[in-house]
């Protein structure tokens, strides 16, 4: 998984831990890499406001192959990190 984080805020972003809710992401299995998941954008734009992406496939440059949707709609993803920043 890629997770990528932005900070455009005006204000220092501190970044200790990060637990995902893997639930929402599609699950690839890669040949001869193993397993994989959508990869994740965090762009912090201002000190209360983050913008989330999940990529639509897998992460950038790799082919794998779909396994399983995920299991919980996506937006529950958004609100959980969109709550982080607030």
């Known amino acids: 998984?890629?997770?990528?984080?932005?900070?455009?805020?005006?204000?220092?972003?501190?970044?200790?831990?990060?637990?995902?809710?893997?639930?929402?992401?599609?699950?690839?299995?890669?040949?001869?890499?193993?397993?994989?998941?959508?990869?994740?954008?965090?762009?912090?734009?201002a000190e209360s406001e983050v913008n989330v992406r999940v990529e639509?496939?897998?992460?950038p440059g790799v082919t794998a192959q779909l396994v399983n949707d995920g299991r919980v709609d996506e937006g529950v993803f958004r609100r959980a990190f969109g709550s982080l920043f607030r």
Do not use: F, K, W
């Open 1 to 45: 998984m890629t997770v990528r984080i932005r900070n455009r805020a005006d204000t220092p972003l501190l970044v200790e831990r990060i637990n995902l809710p893997v639930e929402s992401l599609r699950l690839y299995e890669q040949e001869g890499a193993g397993l994989l998941t959508n990869a994740v954008s965090l762009d912090r734009v």
């Open 56 to 59: 639509p496939g897998p992460p």
